[in-house]
């Protein structure tokens, strides 16, 4: 949802399909930003709330935003434990 395929996708801003492209990944964002403010007062809970759900709207956000992707990796390579984690998690969900 990125970038589109091969450089030809449609310009966000030409023709219906573009628009609309547009609005989906407006609401994307701002139900991400949802729930990242939802997740924030659900981390001191006893019940482990707070950190799926945020991890669950950094997933959203990184497949909407560019910035926001970049900013993700750029910290995943900084900290190679975490990639680690985060590669097996999807390891497991992508076994063939």
Do not use: C, Y
């Not at 994307?28 to 007062?41: E, H, K, M, T």
């Not at 909407?64 to 097996?88: D, M, Y």
Request: hydrophobic residues 55%.
């Amino acid at each position: 949802m990125n970038e589109p395929a091969n450089g030809r996708g449609p310009n966000p801003m030409n023709g219906m399909n573009g628009m609309v492209q547009v609005i989906i990944r407006s609401i994307a964002v701002v139900l991400a930003l949802f729930l990242i403010a939802i997740a924030i007062p659900l981390f001191s809970l006893p019940i482990p709330l707070g950190l799926p759900l945020f991890i669950i709207a950094m997933i959203l956000l990184a497949a909407t935003s560019k910035r926001a992707h970049r900013f993700i990796t750029g910290w995943l390579q900084r900290h190679p434990g975490v990639w680690e984690r985060v590669k097996h998690i999807f390891d497991r969900f992508h076994r063939d």
